[in-house]
């Protein structure tokens, strides 16, 4: 059973940078499709970006591409979203996922595991 535990959230100016990480256990973490998604309060989860089993291949929402790199260290089981020139808009509950099958699927429901999400929050 994978578990997915996200941190570096927290409040941030317009313009400012985060970086997110996000610990995966259990299984193989080489294994898995790794993902991060967001969700502002009253609107759905969308897709942020996605990354392959060994990291060479990543995707982006065209919201954050440009502003956002996501990575990944199998060798230390993390996840990383590092987020610069962070707007207002950009302002969720940010969750890392992970899936066995669909490499840069940009659908939740593509996911099998999530973690519990850490908040961001970017003042204007």
């Known amino acids: 059973q994978v578990q997915l535990v996200e941190s570096g959230g927290g409040l941030v100016q317009a313009g400012g940078s985060l970086r997110l990480s996000c610990a995966v256990s259990?299984?193989?973490?080489?294994?898995?499709?790794l993902g991060w998604f967001r969700q502002a309060p009253g609107k759905e989860r969308e897709f942020v970006a996605a990354?392959?089993?060994?990291?060479?291949?990543?995707y982006y929402a065209d919201s954050v591409k440009g502003r956002f790199s996501i990575s990944r260290d199998n060798a230390k089981n993390t996840l990383y979203l590092q987020m610069n020139s962070l707007k207002p808009e950009d302002t969720a509950v940010y969750y890392c996922?992970?899936?066995?099958?669909?490499?840069?699927?940009?659908?939740?429901?593509?996911?099998?595991?999530w973690g519990q999400g850490t908040q961001v929050t970017v003042s204007s």
């Open positions: 259990g299984g193989t973490v080489s294994s898995y499709a």
């Open positions: 990354v392959s089993w060994t990291g060479a291949n990543t």
């Open positions: 996922a992970a899936n066995t099958l669909r490499v840069g699927s940009p659908r939740p429901h593509d996911y099998d595991y």
